[in-house]
């Protein structure tokens, strides 16, 4: 063995927070990094520079964070409170709470509503311009069958991951019902769902070391496609460690996706050719979360512990920005199977 | 009486007989008699008298009462008459006259009633109306000399007067409030609040408003003062609007986003009293569009950035083009800095750089001809260079792969450097007769073109010069070669004369250097083959490892290529030998797939592939294990039960172990609990003790 050189695990950003990292997203305009921790803090960096341009502090851990515009954003806090962080001034407005922690934040570019996923088992509705004041931010309020675990956005479709397997498919113009209703094609605890670039279906993960590939139409055709892949195991003397896929990121271009795992490894995948298109060297700790800038030249990975142990001494929570390859998320096209002649 | 008078008298002369008066005693007593009886009836006619007098005098007094009472409620003294009628009997007169006044008296008084009353009404009304400064706490005084009706209908006719007054300004006090609670919910005020502000009153209930005067200023005032607040805003709001609408359509905004502000810029143009709608002037709504405009200013400002930079981009490939200096080039570049420094306005810099494209484009109209003949030449001189490396290799008749492409090329060279003291000649003829004609320079990126070909005429003299000195040489060489070969008679290989500096590359592809003396533009240097075939080793590596880790469906594509290269062919290695050791740099999860299989099949990871070498792999497993695996583990037998069993993911069956050593991490057992958590809400539990209550009376854990 020669002696190994340190992995390229990409820049890792100054002053990370404190504690665990809940979730991090990249802007769609530039290449500013929210990060959200249970530290309490919610920062922006310019993953570029590497400079933190900015840091709120809340009362309790923040769970899930996305962006507004650039300079501002929502938060979803353990204090049951949704926010509104704007960066410039440094001024949180609390748009409303919840009856118990608020784990999911997404926003609607399209209908310019914040949605909300608690544990207490319902979704909520803000308008984010409506003055301060739950009754008049707050726009609706819809029962879920078990607390909320995991929410993805794309375009129109909302989908949201509970407790107990549940899968609910919403058209967010339309959210007093759901459209679909759906058990998760997985045995085990739903860890993150996504929805595909391409609006035809999402990837959800399991804490069973475990992705399934879902499709939103009903058809036999359609639901034909649907599969599902085990992936973060590692297998030691003919003995299996299952590790739970935490993150789930789809390239923006190329529609492949990264998953990050508590084994500390980040994967892509080509989903629609079923091919593993890469694997990252292993970070310290758990992949908490994961976001492509963008163009899809970045990735932030958030190498943090996920607790999935319990509380117990571990690696330092960092944020790593890698640079990333074509050929390590382009497709690659289908090899043609030599023509028997 | 007289009787009584003389039956007296009689007792009298009988007791003054009886008694023996004298005659003048009786006489004497008899005038004192009469005396007394004469004072007495005097005295009786006096207060008769007197007693007549008074009376006469109380008529008098009554009539006057009664003459006052009755002018002063303006009635005729109807009694008068009675007066004259009536003779004598005084006392019928006065208690006549008694009634009577008894009776004005009450009308008076009920009179009276009536005015105060009315004036009660009038002084409370203008009260209302006035404020209270004239307010007088004692009551009202009622003018007691004019009672008339006449006096009461004027008052009555005030107190309309004043009435309609109140009414009317009780109107005009609604309909102002009316308009003012419009304006406080078009300007986001609060309405009670203001209305309070003003009086106390307006903001209350609908009954009780103060009107007076005070007040009514007051909301005149205040109107006043909102409504020019209110046209100061809407003049904002439409400012900002109009600039919003711009905005708009200058980017294209989509619809949706327009959705939020539509009602901004619906009413531009609408006047004053058009806007009604709550909030729309409030100056949060006013300060959201503001917001959403310098948001839209901001990605104006970036897109015209972007759109100058590209114009610049586009303005300098054009000038590299058609070999162009644009003298002004540092004024681009000084709009670019000033636009981003904000001192010139982008749309002025697009502008300038618009009207420069143009200029360029027309000076291109005008430079094509000559350029092109400038091309052709610098194509020649490029063969021309080209064609003296290539005389000198003495290795170029080797034949070789390609070798008849170089031929065939040299040839083409050889009749192009022919046409080229001509081509030159014309292009210099052709330069100058433009220089005249458009009085200055031709400038070829930045150098003036005839100097340019004077110099390379002069090179290509002085060229001519050395090949005639060494043909000369050349021809003495071989003259002295000959006599040699008359001396020793022997001939030395020409070959140990020469270098042979870049005769392989010359003869190895036809790509050879192609930078021309002239300072040509610099062309891409070609893809050495060498980092081709490097690629192509690297993928056949990558395609080397494929994982055995229950990850059926994928295989490993571009792997990290230096780093991970060597580690993963040593493994591969290792692998062969038989044992499942792992790399300690990346991929751990290798299980015994016997790679001979996969590296012979090196592409082929699809799924159908995997099936065969999943029999290979399970032939392997059940030969290393001897033992059969029906006895998955929990979590790798999943695949088969999933509704997702329809993937065609070839499931792995996992490895047969006791499941009492299985590694599986404690937390990925949900099952036995009938609650399941996350990682997420342990940690919350952990951290925030009221979480911990929350999730222990929702679900009812203890």
């Known amino acids: ?341 | 009486m007289e009787t009584t008078c003389g039956c007296l008298l009689n007792e009298l002369q009988i007791i003054w007989d009886d008694i023996g008066e004298s005659d003048e005693e009786k006489d004497r007593h008899l005038l004192e008699l009469e005396k007394e009886c004469l004072e007495v009836y005097r005295r009786k006619v006096d207060q008769a008298n007197r007693n007549r007098a008074q009376l006469r005098k109380a008529i008098a007094d009554a009539e006057a009462e009664l003459a006052i009472i009755c002018t002063s409620l303006g009635e005729r003294p109807s009694h008068i008459r009675q007066a004259e009628k009536s003779d004598g009997k005084l006392k019928a007169e006065i208690s006549a006259i008694l009634l009577q006044i008894e009776e004005m008296r009450r009308r008076k008084s009920d009179r009276r009633n009536d005015f105060i009353k009315i004036l009660e009404a009038v002084l409370r009304i203008k009260n209302e109306l006035y404020g209270s400064e004239i307010y007088i706490p004692g009551g009202v005084v009622v003018d007691e000399s004019d009672l008339s009706l006449r006096r009461l209908e004027e008052l009555q006719g005030e107190l309309l007067v004043l009435e309609n007054e109140k009414a009317e300004r009780f109107n005009k006090v609604l309909d102002n409030l009316n308009y003012l609670s419009s304006c406080c919910s078009v300007l986001g005020l609060d309405y009670n609040q203001t209305a309070t502000d003003i009086h106390p009153s307006l903001g209350e209930s609908e009954q009780s408003k103060n009107i007076n005067n005070d007040t009514m200023e007051k909301l005149a005032n205040a109107i006043q003062r909102l409504w020019m607040l209110k046209i100061h805003r809407m003049q904002q709001l439409q400012d900002v609007a109009t600039s919003l609408l711009e905005l708009w359509n200058l980017m294209d905004t989509p619809a949706e986003e327009q959705q939020m502000f539509q009602k901004a810029t619906c009413n531009i143009a609408a006047s004053e009293n058009e806007i009604t709608e709550p909030n729309l002037l409030s100056t949060d709504f006013i300060n959201s569009v503001k917001s959403e405009v310098s948001r839209l200013e901001e990605l104006k400002i970036c897109k015209m950035k972007e759109l100058v930079l590209k114009k610049k981009g586009e303005l300098d490939d054009l000038c590299r083009e058609i070999h162009f200096m644009p003298e002004c080039a540092g004024s681009v570049d000084l709009t670019l800095e000033s636009i981003e420094s904000g001192f010139v306005e982008a749309s002025t810099a697009l502008a300038q750089i618009e009207l420069r494209i143009s200029e360029v484009k027309e000076e291109a109209l005008r430079r094509k001809e000559i350029l092109q003949k400038v091309e052709k030449w610098m194509t020649a001189c490029e063969e021309e260079s080209w064609l003296d490396e290539y005389n000198r290799d003495d290795n170029r008749y080797n034949t070789g792969r390609g070798a008849h492409l170089t031929l065939k090329r040299a040839e083409k060279a050889r009749a192009l450097v022919n046409k080229l003291p001509a081509m030159v000649d014309a292009l210099v003829s052709k330069t100058s007769a433009w220089e005249n004609e458009h009085g200055v320079h031709f400038m070829y990126d930045g150098v003036r073109l005839l100097p340019m070909i004077d110099s390379y005429k002069v090179l290509r003299q002085e060229k001519e010069q050395e090949q005639k000195r060494q043909r000369e040489q050349k021809r003495l060489q071989g003259q002295k070669l000959t006599e040699q070969e008359a001396l020793y008679g022997s001939k030395p290989s020409p070959m140990k004369n020469q270098v042979v500096k870049k005769g392989s590359k010359l003869s190895c592809g036809g790509a050879g250097d192609k930078s021309s003396s002239l300072g040509g533009p610099p062309l891409p240097t070609p893809k050495t083959p060498s980092a081709k075939s490097n690629l192509t080793r690297d993928v056949k590596r990558s395609e080397l490892d494929i994982t055995g880790d229950g990850l059926a469906a994928f295989s490993s594509g571009g792997r990290g290529l230096d780093s991970d290269g060597c580690p993963t062919k040593q493994h591969s290695l290792n692998l062969q030998n038989g044992g499942g050791m792992e790399s300690p740099l990346t991929r751990k999860p290798f299980s015994p797939i016997p790679l001979t299989e996969s590296s012979k099949s090196n592409i082929t990871n699809m799924l159908e592939d995997m099936n065969t070498k999943q029999d290979v792999y399970q032939k392997f497993i059940t030969g290393n294990n001897a033992k059969p695996f029906s006895t998955p583990t929990k979590q790798t037998s999943t695949t088969l039960e999933n509704g997702a069993s329809s993937i065609p993911v070839p499931s792995t069956p996992s490895i047969s172990m006791p499941t009492g050593t299985t590694p599986v991490h404690p937390y990925v057992m949900p099952v036995e609990k009938d609650i399941e958590y996350s990682f997420e809400e342990r940690r919350a539990a952990f951290l925030l003790p009221t979480w911990m209550d929350f999730m222990q009376v929702s679900t009812g854990l203890p």
Not at chain 1, 20 to 46: C, E, P, T
Not at chain 1, 171 to 186: A, F, G, K, V, W
């Open chain 1, 1 to 341: 063995m020669t002696a190994a050189a340190p992995p390229n695990l990409g820049r890792e950003l100054f002053s990370p927070p404190s504690d665990g990292i809940s979730n991090l997203r990249f802007s769609n305009h530039s290449d500013l990094l929210l990060v959200s921790s249970w530290d309490k803090s919610a920062r922006l960096y310019d993953a570029s520079t590497n400079v933190l341009k900015g840091e709120l502090i809340h009362k309790a851990p923040v769970l899930d964070c996305c962006f507004h515009d650039d300079s501002s954003g929502f938060s979803a806090c353990a204090d049951n409170k949704v926010r509104r962080l704007v960066f410039n001034n440094n001024r949180e407005d609390v748009l409303g709470s919840h009856d118990a922690p608020v784990r999911c934040v997404e926003y609607s570019y399209a209908t310019g509503q914040v949605i909300t996923g608690s544990w207490d088992k319902t979704l909520k509705c803000w308008d984010p311009r409506g003055a301060s004041g739950q009754e008049r931010s707050l726009v609706g309020t819809y029962a879920q069958p078990e607390r909320v675990y995991s929410m993805s956005l794309s375009g129109n479709r909302l989908v949201v991951a509970t407790a107990g397997r549940h899968v609910n498919i919403y058209d967010i113009r339309n959210m007093s019902q759901p459209e679909q209703r759906r058990e998760s094609s997985l045995k085990y605890q739903t860890r993150c769902v996504r929805c595909y670039p391409n609006g035809l279906g999402y990837a959800l993960s399991s804490v069973e070391g475990r992705v399934a590939m879902e499709f939103f139409d009903l058809s036999e055709a359609g639901q034909s496609k649907k599969y599902a892949f085990k992936c973060h195991r590692k297998s030691e003397s003919g003995k299996d460690i299952v590790y739970p896929v935490n993150a789930i990121a789809f390239h923006p271009i190329y529609g492949t996706f990264a998953t990050g795992g508590c084994d500390g490894y980040v994967n892509v995948w080509d989903g629609n050719n079923k091919k593993r298109l890469y694997q990252y060297s292993k970070y310290p700790t758990s992949i908490a979360a994961l976001s492509f800038s963008r163009d899809g030249k970045l990735l932030a990975v958030a190498s943090s512990y996920t607790y999935e142990e319990g509380q117990k001494s571990h690696e330092p929570d960092a944020i790593f920005v890698r640079n990333v390859n074509e050929i390590e998320v382009k497709p690659k096209p289908k090899v043609v199977p030599n023509p028997a002649t």
